[in-house]
């Protein structure tokens, strides 16, 4: 079993930066994908950003060239900096990882941008 601690969430203004980190915990930690996802009320949940043990990135459409993901494997744990905050990124976001084929969610955290 993988448990998921996300943080960093909060109320920023347009513009602003928000840091949000997701650290993995449980036995036999063999993590290969790690990503973050958003949903905003009324909408699917969409994906935000993948990274690979490897450090391949993969980033949705709307968060180019504004967010960064990276992770740290020794510590099992992704971060998702996130820069030049728009209204439209207010969604919880949640963190994802998979140990070989299952999937494992986080809890969620609050993301609200409004000035």
């Known amino acids: 079993q993988v448990q998921l601690v996300e943080s960093g969430g909060g109320l920023v203004q347009p513009g602003g930066s928000l840091r949000l980190s997701c650290a993995a915990s449980g036995s036999d930690l063999s993590i290969s994908v790690m990503g973050w996802y958003r949903q905003a009320p009324g909408k699917p949940r969409e994906p935000v950003a993948t990274?690979?043990?490897?450090?391949?990135?993969n980033y949705g459409d709307s968060v180019k060239g504004r967010f960064t993901i990276s992770r740290d494997n020794a510590k099992n744990t992704v971060i998702l900096q996130m820069n030049t905050l728009k209204p439209e990124d207010t969604a919880v976001y949640y963190c994802?990882?998979?140990?070989?084929?299952?999937?494992?969610w986080g809890q969620g955290t609050q993301v609200t941008v409004s000035s």
């Open positions: 990274i690979t043990r490897g450090g391949s990135t």
């Open positions: 994802r990882v998979w140990r070989g084929l299952v999937d494992y």
